[in-house]
């Protein structure tokens, strides 16, 4: 959805904020996490941003529901929170410490940090890098050059990592061929952090040199913009990768800052996230078929990697079956699941007991009480996810589709 733009009145009074006019009922699609009821609330509509109406309302209308210009430096940029205006507010909010005063003053700028898409949660953070930027209203219009890059509601949020020319990373680090147990385990912890730090993640998928990461459909989270979620799955994942490196390669040293390529996909139906993933999966299949049959030819063969392509030329699955079987005694389905299927990340509830000290008002000493809290943490499986079977196993990963 593209959001008006806040229509800001320069050259307005700093202070004599006109009461905001009665308005239209909060619509039922608006999302309260977004700041949207709070801001109808405060007589601010324009601050939610999203009914069309309000971007149609004229000029003097905008300005008798908001007259915020950069100088009144109220947070919400109106009148009726009743907290005044003027150089007062100007001193206290240039304070580096929150006052009451500016505490009072939250619930209004939380609004407007939720408009401008900060965390609404953060109002300390907000206020102090708002503060010294509002006395350079000129340069402000630049905000303007940003575009909107809010995904689509009502979609899944897939966000693809692939690394960067790893053909050559691999080979730099000395991967055993075709499949590294190292640097698959390392990818799949990476993924593993990405799932506990980041939120609303309900599966991840991965095999070589990627990782594919699911946001529920429903997500709010960054108020689902596309770069935001992006850039942190990318770089929770590289820093987790180069963090953990040790944990899998040992004294084997990191030659080089791996990277690794984001790209956001939206699928607005269960069947197309389901056949996104099918696609990542018989991709893995295709690939370790082809691979395992190709190194077969040149490591027990004696092919040289020119030869074993040559013989691989034109040969359909079977044939690939075939020649491991026939020449090889290798059975592919006996493989290991983790080459064959890759690696599916999902949240799996347990309940944890713990003892903790409780002290009741009758009783003098204190007593272990046992607890039991139910939690989620994150499983790996090596499976096929194309099938019903999966999903019919875990039917907390589909939304609804209403
Ligand atoms: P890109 O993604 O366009 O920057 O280029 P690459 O080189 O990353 O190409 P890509 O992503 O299509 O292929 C993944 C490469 O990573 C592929 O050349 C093989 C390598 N690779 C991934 N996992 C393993 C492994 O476990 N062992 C070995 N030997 N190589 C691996
Ligand atoms: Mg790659
Ligand atoms: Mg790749």
Partial sequence: MVRPQRQHQPGLPVSGHAAPQALPAIPEHHDAAAGCAAAHEHGCP???GHEPQ????????????NPCDARTRHGCGHGPCGRGSGPRRELMLAGPRLTPFRRAFGSCLANRAAHRGGRASSVRG????????????KFEYVRSFETDDTCLRNCYIVVRLDGRNFHKFAEQHQFTKPNDERALGLMTRSAHSVMEELEDIVIAYGQSDEYSFVFKRSSHWFKRRASKLMTHVASQFSSSYVFYWK???GDQELKYPPGFDGRVVLYPSNQNLRDYLSWRQADCHINNLYNTVFWTLVQKGGLTTSQAEERLRGTLAADKNEILFAEFNINYNNEPLLHRKGTALVWKKF???VTKPVKRASEEQEKEVVVTRSRSRVVALHCDIIGDQFWQEHPEILEGES
């Fill in 46 to 48: 324009e601050l939610c």
């Fill in 247 to 249: 944990d899998y390669f």
């Fill in 54 to 65: 309000y971007a149609a309302l004229g000029a003097a209308r905008q300005a008798a529901l």
């Fill in 126 to 137: 907000f206020l102090a890098s708002r503060a010294p930027a509002m006395a350079k209203s």
């Fill in 351 to 353: 309940n944890e007991t």
